[in-house]
């Protein structure tokens, strides 16, 4: 991959109809500045307003990827990404006159073609890359999907895939792509896949107003009638579907390309969810049963891992909490004023992230400094160590009988002063698993996204009151 940022050398259009809205839409990628990135622009909207591809931004997964940003939504967005991502152009604004990409063929070849004809431009700026150094892991188990990102000898970007709908026309099917090199080639021709069972219900749904025969694939798994084709052709706006099905179950309204071609097709949705991120990736992505709510999800886990090894990573404050201050104060002996956590917003078996919300209302302010308030360092890593308390005491049935006691506090670091009005998230993770009472975990400080201050803290779980 190339260490420059690229775009293109000139605009490219496109006209087509939206798979799921069914409207016309005329589509411009544009030529954009370094740093810039991926950038769509609704401009048949007042104000022509921008929608960032960032996988934060993503409100929607259902059979494509829909994100919304200044009260502008833009549907189906994979397919372009991956085009512009396979043929490493890390900048573009792409402008639409309509609320959905057009689903041209069902893949991303005839974007690729216009891409390569116009060819791309090296801008001066550096590419930056996410690099894993680490595995980093996804599972959904409700949707059985998994998927793993290792790190690579080479530094390139890889994919494997395995998709099992259990589907005896489908079967299992497995696809690769060694190197981003061969994304175009190999992968950018593979055309969506759906079945003709799901056809009637995503019809019923008021999606695939824009869909047809030649845009899919389509697997039958089963013979139908006369009248049961053409109840799904009214369906579609047709008076009749005149499909006869060729070997392995496919209509005969497409020739496959490669006999996993649905395989391949879900690599190319991966690698336009995984645009999201706004880097290319160096490492390894497995992917096993991945849909675009998994990748959407993968992607922000990647996303924030390496913002993290930045010492940068967002939370989201909006959600409701794990535990209040009310349910806290079940959990922790500590009371006013030194109760130093507000609320706790994730917890799992081996992390933590907890919230202080700083006023110049707390007393300690009166004397640290009257004139330059500063909230002390030695209270945010007893704050961390509280938030670490509280996972600590989610473990035992009763933690109103017990008590944490410090043992140990190492590789303490600041790194900016905290200040009244800032807010401080805790970024808590177990080193090592609890045994004999003793709880290892480090943790990191954030304001505003940035590390503050960091420490590694081991305590000891002990039962002081009642029987």
């Not at 960032?52 to 990404?81: K, P, S, W």
């Not at 959905?100 to 893949?107: A, H, Q, V, Y």
């Not at 930056?128 to 959904?140: G, P, Q, R, S, W």
Request: charged content about 25%; proline content about 4%.
């Amino acid at each position: 991959m190339s260490d420059k940022q690229r775009t293109l050398k000139a605009a490219i259009e496109f006209d087509g109809i939206g798979l799921h809205t069914g409207e016309k839409v005329h589509l411009k990628v544009l030529p954009a500045p370094a740093n810039h990135g991926y950038k769509f622009q609704r401009v048949d909207l007042d104000g022509q307003p921008i929608i960032d591809a960032n996988c934060d931004l993503v409100v929607g997964t259902q059979r494509g990827t829909t994100i919304e940003q200044n009260g502008a939504r833009i549907y189906t967005t994979e397919h372009i990404l991956a085009a512009l991502y396979g043929c490493e152009i890390d900048n573009a604004l792409i402008q639409s006159d309509g609320p959905e990409i057009p689903i041209m063929d069902g893949s991303s070849w005839m974007f690729v073609q216009k891409i390569h004809e116009v060819g791309a431009e090296e801008l001066e700026a550096n590419r930056e890359y996410i690099e894993l150094t680490e595995n980093i892991a996804f599972e959904d188990t409700e949707k059985n999907v998994e998927m793993l990102a290792v790190p690579t000898n080479g530094g390139e970007f890889r994919l494997t895939v395995m998709v099992d709908y259990n589907s005896p026309i489908l079967g299992t099917q497995h696809a690769s792509m060694y190197n981003l090199g061969e994304f175009v080639p190999e992968i950018s021709r593979c055309r969506t896949f759906v079945f003709l069972k799901e056809v009637a219900y995503l019809a019923k749904a008021g999606l695939i107003k824009g869909g047809d025969l030649d845009n899919a694939i389509v697997l039958v798994e089963r013979q139908y009638s006369i009248e049961e084709l053409d109840e799904i052709a009214k369906l579609v706006g047709k008076e009749r579907l005149d499909v006869t099905v060729e070997s392995k179950g496919v209509l005969n309204t497409v020739k496959m390309h490669y006999e996993n071609e649905p395989a391949r097709h879900k690599l190319l949705d991966i690698v336009g969810d995984l645009a999201l991120t706004g880097k290319f990736i160096k490492g390894h992505i497995l992917a096993a049963r991945p849909g675009h709510a998994g990748n959407v999800e993968f992607a922000k886990v990647i996303k924030n891992w390496a913002k993290k090894q930045k010492g940068e990573v967002h939370f989201d404050l909006s959600k409701k909490p794990v535990y209040d201050i009310n349910d806290i104060s079940k959990i922790l002996p500590h009371r006013y004023p030194f109760l130093l956590v507000d609320k706790v917003m994730d917890m799992d078996e081996s992390t933590i992230v907890g919230v202080k919300n700083v006023t110049l209302n707390e007393p300690f302010f009166q004397g640290h400094f009257p004139d330059n308030p500063v909230f002390p360092g030695v209270l945010q890593v007893e704050a961390m160590a509280q938030v670490g308390g509280i996972f600590a005491l989610s473990t035992v049935p009763d933690p109103e009988n017990y008590s944490t006691y410090f043992l140990k506090i190492d590789k303490v670091k600041f790194k900016q002063k905290v200040l009244p009005g800032d807010t401080l998230i805790f970024d808590l993770k177990l080193e090592s698993p609890i045994r004999r009472g003793l709880v290892h975990m480090s943790g990191k400080a954030y304001v505003n996204d940035k590390v503050v201050s960091e420490a590694e803290m081991m305590a000891q779980i002990v039962k002081d009151k009642g029987n």
